[in-house]
């Protein structure tokens, strides 16, 4: 399958945010990523529901719903009314994972779950067979425009080996520090989906850098 785009609203402009989404939703974008931070699983408090749900309204693209929040069972089902379409948990916050997976398909969103830079993918071997995609957090999540963690094509190789030994249909998806330079070798590793902020909304033109990240070129 060709590769998917979910640009980082993180580091969108909240003052002009409806014109964000506009150009996300021009663009060639598949996805729009939302992520939400809680204080407390994360050094860092970014938005909350009102916002997911006003985005939700003017998007013409599946909202892609990243939780760093601990316990996030709590709040599922507030995030499917909000509007999220796929909706990813850490692996870290959760302690009964297959659980809360099973929860958020019966909630009618696709399920995802993402690991920290310090968790290995092998962690997840029994959970693909009931999720839809792994996020691979390429930074220590919390903040918009870090460095790539080089490490994570070593995880990207490992999870993609177990996918297609597994027979899964899964999606590795990854995010943070993701660019022009860095994404096509992250694509021939066996990325399905890119997240990607700083590199987009930060560039003079995030209409073009969806479109070369999109093509590749
Ligand atoms: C980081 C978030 C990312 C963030 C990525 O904790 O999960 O989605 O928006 O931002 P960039 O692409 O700027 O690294
Ligand atoms: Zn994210």
């Given amino acids: ?45 970014s938005f909350g529901f009102p916002v997911i749900e006003h985005v939700k309204k003017i998007a013409r693209k599946p909202l892609d719903v990243h939780l760093m929040i601990v316990d996030p069972d709590r709040y599922l089902s507030r995030f499917r009314d909000a ?14 994972l297959q659980r ?10 696709k399920a995802g779950v993402a690991v920290n830079p310090h968790t290995p993918v092998l962690l997840l071997k029994n959970t693909l067979p009931f999720i839809d995609m792994v996020l691979i957090m390429t930074v220590n999540p919390g903040f918009g425009g870090q460095s790539f ?19 899964y249909k899964v999606l590795i998806e990854v995010d943070g520090g993701i660019d022009t330079t860095n ?16 590199s987009v909304f930060s560039s003079e033109n995030p209409m073009e850098t969806i479109k070369r990240l999109k093509d590749l070129k």
């Fill in 100 to 109: 809360t997976v099973s929860e958020i398909h019966s909630l009618g969103m």
């Fill in 1 to 45: 399958m060709d590769h998917l785009v979910s640009p980082s609203l993180l580091a969108a402009d909240f003052g002009n945010l409806a014109r964000d989404v506009s150009l996300v939703n021009e663009s060639q974008a598949d996805w729009i990523h939302l992520d939400i931070m809680d204080g407390v699983f994360v050094p860092n408090i």
């Fill in 149 to 167: 963690i080089m490490e994570s094509y070593n995880k990207i190789t490992e999870l993609r080996k177990m996918i297609e030994e597994g027979g």
């Fill in 183 to 198: 994404s096509g070798k992250l694509i021939e590793t066996g990325v399905n989906v890119l997240v990607a902020g700083h």
């Fill in 83 to 96: 509007g999220a379409d796929i909706l990813t948990v850490q692996y870290e916050a959760c302690i009964h």
